[in-house]
Nanobody, 119 residues
């Protein structure tokens, strides 16, 4: 019964910044791999950034150096700090929590939050 709720999206000018938050309701948050994905209508969903329980991270080439993923295990929250935003960053951003099925944990998605970068 894990639920994910994203917040922080909105309209921003090119070069601006946004910080997305993903609130995780459930148990064993610290054991999940947390990720941010984005999707534009007509295109497949793509990985933006991911962070493991050990705080290892990886990023899409298109956002590396501009975006930072982090997590606060005391608050059951993941974040995506987005700087130097570009129009091509416009998308619906989704939070994902990936658990280990061998431990009875699942794969969960938030509802998405719209990010629009436009002048």
């Amino acid at each position: 019964q894990v639920q994910l709720v994203e917040s922080g999206g909105g309209l921003v000018q090119p070069g601006g910044s946004l910080r997305l938050s993903c609130a995780f309701s459930g148990t064993l948050f610290s054991t999940y791999i947390m990720g941010w994905y984005r999707q534009v209508p007509g295109k497949q969903r793509e990985l933006v950034a991911r962070i493991t329980s050990g705080r290892s991270t990886n990023y899409a080439d298109s956002v590396k150096g501009r975006f930072t993923i982090s997590r606060d295990n005391t608050k059951n929250t993941a974040f995506l700090q987005m700087n130097s935003l570009k129009p091509e960053d416009t998308a619906v951003y989704y939070c994902n929590a990936l658990g280990d099925p061998s431990n009875g944990l699942g794969d969960y998605w938030g509802q998405g939050t719209q990010v629009t970068v436009s002048s």
